[in-house]
C-alpha cells in the first residue's frame, strides 16, 4: 500500500533522479504558516465531504490565506495523476480506483456549506478514463448550479490528449463561467517540464472552447523561473491572444523536492509587473502577474474585474 505522504512513494518516477538544490527563498515569496478558525473550518468541510483539494496536494503557498478566508479549489476524480509532470507535487501512478459517482453531489454540498459566491473545481489527469474525466466535469457544474444557483463557477480542466474531441463539447454544454487550463511554461520546455503534454493541443483547446461557446471566460497561466527566456513569455501571450484567451497568470515556480524540476532563479517582482503590464498591451482582458499568483488565488474577486472587462470593452465596441 503505498504512502502518499512519503515523496518517494509520492513520485516513484522521479526517485532515481538526481537531487537538485532549493535555494533559499527571497523575502517577497515568505508567507505565514496557514492556521485560525477560519482555515480550520474550511479544513473540516473538506474533510467531513471526503474531498481533496488542490492547495494541499500541489503544495500551494496561499492555503493559509484562501482557507482562512473559507476559499479552497477541489480536486475531482481521485488523488493520483496518470502525468508525471516534474514541476507537479501532485502524486502519480496508475489510479487504483474508478471516479466516484457521488463526488459531484459532495463537492455541491461543500459549496453550499462554505457559502461561496465563487469556486474553482480542478482535477487530476485521468488519462485511464476513455473520456478524460469529461462528464464528471460536466456533472461536478451541474450539482453545484442545482445546489448553488448564484454560485459562478471556474474550472481548471486536464487537456483531454488522448479522449476524442468531442469530449470537450460536453464539458462547454455545462456552462462553467471560466474555462481554464494552463499552459505551465514556454513550448521549449515542455520536453523536460511537462512531457505528457503538447504545447499546441493545450493552446487548441482554449480556442475550441471560445469557439464552442463564445460567452465563457477563458484562462490560461504560466509558471516562470524555470528557465524560460523573456522573449519566450511573450511569444506564449501572443499565442494566447491568437486563440482568444481571455485571462493570463503568471507565478513564480516553486520547487516541491529535490526531486522536481530545477528552480533556475527566482524572478523579481519588478519583472512580474513588466510581464503585466505587456500582456495588457496584447489585449488580455484580466492578468495576474506576481511571484505568489496561482491559478485560483483570488479567483473571486478577479472573476468579478474581469466580467466587469467585458462589459467595459461591449460599452466601448
Excluded at 478566508?69 to 501512478?93: D, K, L, P, S, V
Excluded at 512531457?195 to 477563458?218: C, M, N, W
Excluded at 493570463?248 to 509587473?273: C, M, N, S
Excluded at 488580455?284 to 485560483?296: I, W
Aim: proline share 7%.
Amino acid at each position: 500500500m503505498r504512502d502518499l505522504k512519503i515523496p518517494a512513494q509520492r513520485h516513484p518516477e522521479k526517485a532515481r533522479r538526481p537531487d537538485n538544490p532549493q535555494p533559499k527563498k527571497p523575502s517577497w515569496i515568505r508567507v505565514k504558516a496557514p492556521g485560525g478558525q477560519g482555515y480550520a473550518d474550511t479544513a473540516r468541510i473538506m474533510r467531513d465531504n471526503k474531498l481533496t483539494t488542490v492547495c494541499e496536494e500541489a503544495g500551494c503557498p496561499n492555503v493559509g490565506e484562501c482557507w482562512s478566508q473559507g476559499h479552497a479549489t477541489m480536486m475531482i476524480m481521485g488523488e493520483i495523476c496518470t502525468r508525471a509532470c516534474t514541476f507537479c507535487n501532485i502524486a502519480t501512478g496508475k489510479p487504483t480506483e474508478d471516479l466516484d459517482a457521488f463526488e459531484p453531489g459532495r463537492v455541491a454540498d461543500a459549496v453550499a456549506k462554505l457559502g461561496l459566491k465563487h469556486v474553482v473545481i480542478t482535477s487530476v489527469d485521468r488519462d485511464d478514463i476513455e473520456d478524460g474525466g469529461a462528464a464528471h466535469f460536466a456533472q461536478t457544474v451541474r450539482a453545484i448550479r442545482h445546489r448553488s444557483p448564484g454560485t459562478t463557477i471556474e474550472i481548471l480542466t486536464p487537456d483531454f490528449l488522448h479522449s476524442d474531441p468531442a469530449v470537450l463539447e460536453v464539458v462547454v454544454e455545462a456552462r462553467p463561467d471560466v474555462f481554464n487550463h494552463n499552459l505551465e511554461t514556454v513550448p521549449g520546455l515542455y520536453p523536460s517540464v511537462r512531457p505528457g503534454a503538447r504545447y499546441f493541443h493545450s493552446l487548441r483547446l482554449l480556442q475550441r472552447v471560445k469557439e464552442l461557446d463564445p460567452r465563457i471566460f477563458t484562462k490560461s497561466g504560466i509558471m516562470v523561473g524555470l528557465g524560460e527566456e523573456r522573449a519566450a513569455v511573450h511569444q506564449v501571450m501572443d499565442d494566447m491572444r491568437a486563440a482568444s484567451i481571455d485571462f493570463l497568470t503568471i507565478g513564480q515556480y516553486l520547487q516541491p523536492t529535490p526531486k522536481h524540476h530545477k528552480l533556475d532563479r527566482f524572478v523579481p517582482p519588478e519583472e512580474f509587473a513588466a510581464y503585466e503590464k505587456a500582456a495588457y498591451g496584447k489585449g488580455f482582458l484580466m492578468v495576474s502577474a506576481t511571484p505568489l499568483t496561482r491559478s485560483s488565488y483570488h479567483a473571486g474577486s478577479d472573476f468579478a474585474r474581469l466580467r466587469a472587462a467585458r462589459l467595459a470593452q461591449l460599452a466601448t465596441a
